[in-house]
């Protein structure tokens, strides 16, 4: 395997995997906790940011280049929610190394 299917598919399992602990996080945590954590401006982000993580491991395994995007700063501002704010962090990161 070369390089760049190496880094392709590591930024496909990063994109995976924020996509899974964004829509948890948002659909269990943020739902629980209740304040600011299901704000509807803060709750759609949780949701867009899911969907923009699975749409760019969808769009990466189509071979299309069309995939770049990034979502952590609001959640670092809402607070609590580590778990998503590094699962978008490394998703962020294996897409700028594959992109480079």
Do not use: W
């Not at 390089?3 to 629980?32: F, G, P, R």
């Amino acid at each position: 395997m070369n390089a760049m299917n190496h880094d392709m598919s590591a930024c496909i399992k990063a994109c995976l995997d924020c996509y899974s602990t964004c829509l948890s996080t948002a659909t269990h945590h943020c739902l629980e906790a209740g304040g600011k954590h299901t704000e509807p401006a803060h709750f759609r982000l949780m949701l867009a940011c899911a969907e923009m993580c699975r749409a760019s491991a969808q769009i990466m395994l189509t071979g299309s280049p069309a995939h770049k995007h990034s979502c952590a700063a609001y959640c670092e501002r809402v607070g609590d929610m580590e778990r998503c704010v590094a699962a978008c962090h490394a998703c962020a990161e294996e897409c700028r190394k594959m992109a480079a």
